[in-house]
């Protein structure tokens, strides 16, 4: 008996775990990639960006911001490079909304994935409490004489179901944490390399 067919044996609520573990692992695929192209090249784009602007060039900066938008600190930049010519602290405000919205789109989701960490193992306890019933309910049946045979469907419910919610609720907590973790660095970087702009922005003018 291979896992599909356990995990069909265990009832409609492993049915609903298979579909939140489906859903769980597209997150955090989709999450892995956002975050690596986040930092895909970060170091040389802010290199050219500094350059640009040390020249004044603000509309290569600009130009390559756009081209660079996969990475929150080019959009971040861009933001800044547009509100420039209205005065400092429009720019400096322009940053931190920008930076604001980028961490926002980098979160995107990881409430679903920590709710689906949370309920996994309650529906895995809600299959225990109903293979138990159907336990009961059997034995109610068989007027209290016991037979292994009977028993068994629900039992083996209860079991399934709760090493089911326990390890998808065990994937999903773990790559939760490992991708906050991940995205409060990129957080830090981004405070830091904004700061950085608003410095050597501060310098041109």
């Known amino acids: ?4 067919q ?4 265990g009832g409609i609520l492993m049915g609903i775990l298979l579909i939140i573990s489906i859903v769980a692992f597209a997150i955090i695929i989709e999450r892995f990639i956002k975050l690596k192209k986040a930092k895909n090249g970060e170091q040389d784009f802010l290199k050219e960006v500094k350059t640009y602007l040390s020249e004044n060039q603000t509309e290569q ?20 490079l547009q509100a ?15 930076a604001n919205s980028e961490m926002h789109k980098l979160e995107k989701n ?16 809600l299959g225990t409490v109903t293979g138990m019933v159907k336990v009961f309910m ?11 045979s009977l028993l068994a469907s629900g039992i083996y419910e209860a079991l399934v179901t709760t090493i089911g919610g326990l390890t ?7 790559f939760y944490n490992y991708l906050v ?11 830091e390399d904004s700061n950085e702009f608003l410095l050597n922005l501060r310098k041109t003018k």
């Open 1 to 4: 008996m291979n896992l599909f």
């Open 6 to 9: 356990m995990a069909l044996r």
């Open 61 to 80: 900066a600009l130009r390559l911001c756009e081209i660079r938008s996969e990475n929150p600190i080019a959009n971040v930049i861009y933001k800044g």
């Open 84 to 98: 420039s010519d209205v005065g400092y602290n429009e720019t400096q405000q322009a940053v931190e909304t920008a």
């Open 110 to 125: 990881l409430g679903t994935l920590s709710t689906f960490a949370a309920i996994s193992p309650l529906i895995g306890f």
């Open 138 to 148: 059997n034995i109610s049946q068989t007027g209290g004489g016991v037979d292994i």
């Open 168 to 174: 998808v609720g065990i994937i999903a907590i773990l």
């Open 181 to 191: 973790g991940k995205i409060e660095d990129i957080g830090n970087d981004l405070q």
